[in-house]
């Protein structure tokens, strides 16, 4: 009988044509937020913001209750959760994130009118948060556990993936020196929510290596100067300054690598 109930939900929810809504890849269901508050009640949530660094409260749904009544206990078994925004912005998080760690998939900020936020990452830019915005139970935990990239906002799409399946064309040729192996860790820590290789990966920026590589047309130097401080190169970027993590000047040096050796290995 449950599953009865959710199916009619599931299946009535595209006639709301105005409310915010979640597409689920794998089969093509898509889930009305009043789907989602009949399946699971949603709760109110506080979180240390990491764009704007500090405290909020959002209504929210939890993510584990969500996919645990839409698909069982089968999405555990996946390696990955894929999540897409509206602008191009593609964020891969392990499942085993998820079972380690509380998360929401809010849809406004309690007793808030506006959904909003100002993301200092990238020059203060006024981001709306809708239809979804993923949040993590962070309060009291260390920041390294949550960067932002595991906060995707403007949430329309949901799929469950396997990393080499999804994204076959990021990956260096196994022959590749430890610098280029070291520097694909880092393009998938830091560059791949928004960037792209080869037409895999997010939307929201350039490619990096197709049709010409990065490396190609920018000077290391200057390249490194634009991934230490975009806005150093121009008051304008929107992209993010690389995150001051440990050994951060090598991993700059890595990544460089990594993107100099797919400057051989671009799509035919």
């Known amino acids: ?26 089969n093509g269901m898509i889930v009305t937020l009043s789907a989602m508050k009949a399946i699971v009640p949603p709760t109110n949530v506080t979180v240390l913001e990491p764009h704007e660094q500090k405290l909020m409260q959002f209504s929210a749904i939890s993510v584990n209750a969500l996919f645990d009544h839409l698909f069982g206990k089968s999405w555990q078994k996946n ?7 509206n602008d191009g912005y ?3 998080i392990p499942v085993k ?13 309690t007793n808030r009118t506006n959904f909003q936020i100002i993301n200092y990452l990238q020059n203060k830019e006024q981001a709306q948060l809708g239809p979804f915005y993923l949040i993590w139970d962070n309060i009291n935990k260390s920041k390294d556990l949550f960067p932002a990239s595991l906060w995707p906002y403007q949430i329309i799409a949901i799929e469950f993936v396997t990393f080499a ?55 290391e130097e200057q390249l490194k100067k634009l991934i230490r401080n975009p806005i150093s190169v121009s008051p304008y970027r929107r992209m993010p300054a690389f995150p001051n993590v440990e050994n951060r000047e090598q991993q700059i040096d890595d990544l460089i690598a990594y993107l100099k050796t797919m400057a051989a290995h671009k799509l035919k």
Not at 180 to 208: A, E, P, Q, W, Y
């Open 1 to 26: 009988m449950k599953k009865i109930i959710i199916l009619s939900l599931l299946l009535l929810a595209p006639q709301a044509q105005s409310e915010a809504e979640l597409s689920f890849k794998d």
């Open 79 to 85: 390696e990955q959760v894929l999540f897409t925004a």
């Open 90 to 92: 593609q964020s891969s």
């Open 97 to 109: 994130t998820f079972l380690e760690h509380n998360s929401f998939l809010a849809y406004k900020k």
């Open 165 to 219: 399946e999804k994204f076959p064309k990021v990956s260096p040729p196994a022959s590749s020196d430890a610098p280029t192996k070291r520097g694909f860790v880092v393009f998938k820590n830091f560059c791949m929510n928004c960037h792209s290789i080869n037409g895999n990966g997010g939307k929201k920026m350039i490619d990096l290596n197709y049709p010409i590589n990065v490396t190609e047309y920018m000077k």
